[in-house]
């Protein structure tokens, strides 16, 4: 039972590249979401899925697209990167998006762009 | 949509004594308020959780308490040890919909 797996780790880009940061986890969560750790700014909600085939925004979602065509998997798309995008990008997973059901977070991807 | 205002963004204390950290949320439908801490270069790991349905929830050394009608939230770290060091996060779910909002954090350190 590996969790929230997330790849790659580390990643450079140049402006205006595109790469796709992967998230699987193997706990048959309903609920996944992608989040941007910037400093003094905490976790800011990027997009979120409750399920497999349904995806929805959250609080900075431009730049960014989803897709979830499994239930385990919930990859992120920069499709034109930009100096703004460089953060950390945690994933994480959890049961369900209602109640108090706790969210799993994978160890995070570190992107910068230049 | 919800807004969470954590405070303070820093707190040093003597390993021994005691930290709290306060936050506050603006959407009186939410009903689930977990903590998370995160160490440097860590994901960040649930520590503990409240629903609005409880007014204080305990641990060991660390509690949270709610009070519903001022809209706020606090953890409290009783004893504190070096290894509590580390980044706290409060979050506040609106039952109305699936997002997670998060505090801006609070950086604490214990001296020895």
């Known amino acids: 039972n590996a969790g929230v797996t997330q790849t790659p780790k580390f990643q450079v880009l140049k402006t205006g590249q595109s790469m796709t940061l992967q998230c699987a986890q193997d706990m048959n969560h309903e609920y996944m979401s992608w989040y941007r750790q910037d400093p003094g700014m905490g976790l800011r909600l990027i997009h979120y899925s409750v399920g497999a085939g349904i995806t929805d925004q959250g609080e900075v979602p431009n730049g960014y697209n989803v897709s979830r065509s499994t239930t385990e998997d919930f990859p992120l798309r920069l499709l034109s990167a930009a100096p703004s995008q460089t953060s950390v990008y945690f994933c994480?997973?959890?049961?369900?998006?209602?109640?108090?059901?706790?969210?799993?977070f994978g160890d995070g991807t570190r992107l910068s762009i230049l | 949509g919800e807004n969470v205002e954590q405070h303070p963004s820093t707190l040093s204390v003597q390993e021994g004594d005691s930290a709290v950290i306060k936050c506050t949320y603006s959407d009186s439908a939410s009903n689930y308020f977990p903590w998370y801490k995160q160490e440097l270069g860590k994901r960040p790991q649930l520590i503990i959780d409240?629903?609005?349905?409880?007014g204080e929830k305990k641990d060991q050394r660390i509690a949270v308490t709610l009070n519903k009608t001022a809209k706020h939230f606090s953890l409290h770290i009783t004893e504190t040890q070096p290894e509590d060091s580390a980044v706290y996060f409060c979050?506040?779910?609106?039952?109305?919909?699936?997002?997670?909002?998060f505090g801006g954090g609070t950086r604490v350190l214990v001296k020895p």
């Open positions: 409240i629903r609005s349905n409880v």
């Open positions: 994480a997973s959890s049961y369900s998006g209602q109640g108090n059901q706790p969210q799993h």
């Open positions: 979050a506040a779910r609106s039952a109305a919909g699936n997002k997670l909002t």
